[in-house]
């Protein structure tokens, strides 16, 4: 008998925000995530949840997700009290959280570590405490619970016991924590002040933005909101179950705001400061959604915008919901898609915009929704403005492209056609005929890996060639590149997308790293040194396209790049400085933890304490 082929989505159910709000059809839903082979716990390719209890010090059953049972009714019903539930939550975001920066990038994301680490690992029930986190030794998310306040609970019962692991909002963000730190590895040294608040903001991006996809919630609260989605709701509210737990008596955070460009001088706390990113985020959403549903106000409204009183007709909302869907989807392809544009070290927030800006115009030159011009606009409001631009057009946002670099050709040359084959085989969608599935496939390595990572694992692995040719090629171009000597390969990927129009982009993505040697080992930094580099996009062709660097002084420099980069030192140590003035702790620390300060202050554990 001829095998039926294998599915290549699984529906699985989850609290789209979190239990708070009871288990009706918007509280609860059914996504879909990729249909890959699972051990019990859930156990996949690239993640692997461990349901050990650190408090009760005990293994809770492992869930099978492949079981008949399960499978027929879409995963388990949600529930508070089941930790298979639990487990179950935790991969499932975290799956469909992977799955829209693999989208958005042109590649599939590896969350292997080395020969220690074979997939990211998800804790549910890793420890009590009102905390989150994502920890780098570990290669793990750790995820706490709590009791909830007994003054003033919220919506929870005092003292009534609040997991972490069940909130869509928390869940994604740790998990977005642990992709940034495998695309952009120094995104976790304080370097100044907008850098762990970009990693932050991000993160409460992307976790925000996805509430857009659950259909059912989405309906409801433009019903609610009759259309305006700038009232608080659901949809742009951040862990609400937990910031009520802990008698804060609202959510974690928001996407709302009211603009104050003198803001962005006094913020510091990173979580504080990235809700400045995400709000200008979000007002470029708010924009073009507005835009986006002009015509269908018009239409039921005869022409006059002013809704009538009573309930919005289903067939309105239901429209109303696509286009905010569609239009969300878009931001965080955005968002994410930025990523390749920007520099390897040292982020401030006037980079990402430039990088969403430069990203986007490459995959969609005539932005017909008008998108980018309004991210522009949201940033330009709350005084967000990079270094060394003239204005905020557009033209001048936009990364300058690379001219007058030699191509990347010789012993790379060769090797291209194999990497684009590699990264093509692993971001193809698996077969769904069981006769191809059932072969023997060689193990692919992923670049996401660092060098020394990629090295030590015994698999087919052509990227040591790959990564000489183009140290090779970079040494004879130090000048062009903006670097002091032969970098370090930090990263590089074959990508491939498609725009709106349907043309297939394809490129390279690599990221260039070099050190300060003599900031290494100096206690004045704290154990983060100074770094420089620079990414390359790379057409398939050869031909360098940008070089978006952060270049370390020198007279390799051009005289303003120079001054530039003498500034960026400068601000590092002035950073440095005022954390230490900030820090009551720094007078009575050993030399020896004086000299990892800065360091220690990478932690996300300490970061999320309380918020």
């Given at each position: ?5 294998r ?61 008949p ?29 992977l ?10 994301i ?13 804790f ?30 919220g ?50 991006i992307?976790a ?17 909101g009759?259309?305006d ?5 659901l ?33 510091v ?64 392809d ?62 001048t ?43 023997e496939?060689?193990?692919?390595i ?17 990227w ?7 140290v ?31 043309a ?9 790293v ?46 303003e ?51």
């Amino acid at each position: 008998m001829q095998e039926l082929p294998r599915p290549t989505a699984r529906p699985l159910q989850i609290f789209p925000t979190d239990p708070t709000r009871g288990y009706s059809a918007a509280r609860t839903a059914t996504i879909l995530v990729e249909n890959e082979i699972l051990e019990t716990g859930p156990v996949g390719a690239r993640l692997e949840v461990i349901d050990y209890d650190g408090h009760a010090k005990v293994f809770y059953d492992r869930v099978n997700l492949d079981d008949p049972a399960i499978l027929m009714h879409g995963g388990l019903t949600p529930s508070e009290s089941d930790p298979r539930f639990h487990q179950q939550m935790v991969y499932a975001v975290a799956s469909r959280t992977l799955a829209n920066f693999d989208r958005a990038l042109g590649r599939r994301i590896s969350m292997r570590r080395g020969k220690r680490f074979d997939r990211l690992r998800l804790f549910p029930h890793a420890f009590r405490g009102k905390n989150a986190f994502y920890d780098r030794d570990r290669h793990g998310l750790l995820f706490g619970y709590f009791d909830a306040d007994d003054d003033d609970p919220g919506a929870n019962i005092p003292k009534q016991t609040v997991f972490t692991c069940l909130s869509h909002d928390i869940i994604a963000h740790e998990m977005t924590h642990a992709i940034v730190d495998r695309l952009r590895r120094y995104f976790l040294e304080p370097t100044n002040v907008d850098v762990l608040a970009f990693h932050e903001g991000f993160a409460d991006i992307v976790a925000l933005l996805q509430h857009f996809s659950f259909r059912d919630l989405l309906a409801e609260e433009i019903q609610r909101g009759r259309g305006d989605l700038r009232k608080p709701t659901l949809l742009v509210e951040l862990a609400r179950q937990f910031g009520f737990a802990t008698g804060s008596g609202k959510a974690l955070r928001s996407a709302l705001d009211k603009p104050d460009r003198k803001l962005l001088d006094s913020v510091v706390e990173p979580h504080a400061r990235g809700s400045i990113l995400v709000a200008a985020v979000f007002d470029g959403f708010f924009a073009t959604y507005q835009s986006r549903i002009s015509d269908l106000i018009r239409i039921a409204t005869g022409g006059t915008g002013e809704l009538p009183p009573g309930d919005l007709a289903p067939d309105l909302v239901n429209r109303i919901a696509t286009e905010a869907a569609k239009t969300a989807q878009r931001q965080l392809d955005m968002c994410i898609r930025a990523f390749d544009y920007l520099p390897p070290v040292d982020i401030t927030f006037g980079d990402y915009l430039r990088a969403i800006v430069t990203a986007d115009f490459e995959l969609n030159p005539d932005d017909e929704w008008g998108q980018r011009a309004a991210l522009i606009e949201g940033f330009r409001q709350r005084g967000i403005y990079p270094a060394g631009v003239g204005s905020l057009a557009e033209d001048t946002l936009r990364w300058q492209a690379a001219l007058a670099i030699p191509p990347i050709r010789d012993s790379f040359t060769h090797l291209l056609p194999q990497l684009l084959q590699m990264e093509a085989q692993r971001f193809t969608k698996l077969s769904t005929d069981p006769r191809v599935t059932k072969l023997e496939t060689r193990e692919i390595i992923s670049v996401e890996e660092s060098v020394d990572e990629a090295d030590e694992v015994g698999a087919y692995n052509p990227w040591k060639d790959m990564r000489e040719a183009l140290v090779t090629w970079a040494t004879g171009n130090l000048h062009a590149l903006q670097l002091t000597g032969p970098p370090n390969v930090a990263s590089l990927n074959a990508v491939f997308r498609t725009a709106p129009s349907g043309a297939l982009l394809i490129e390279l993505v690599a990221q260039l790293v070099e050190t300060d040697s003599a900031t290494e080992n100096d206690p004045r930094y704290g154990g983060v040194p100074v770094r420089g580099g620079s990414t390359i996009i790379v057409g398939v062709d050869g031909i360098v396209r940008y070089v978006i660097s952060k270049p370390l002084p020198g007279p390799h420099l051009p005289p303003e790049d120079e001054v530039r980069a003498v500034d960026r030192v400068e601000r590092q140590e002035r950073f440095i400085d005022a954390l230490d003035d900030r820090d009551p702790m720094t007078p009575y620390l050993c030399p020896g933890q004086y000299s990892t300060r800065m360091k220690a202050r990478m932690s996300l554990r300490a970061l999320h304490e309380g918020h």
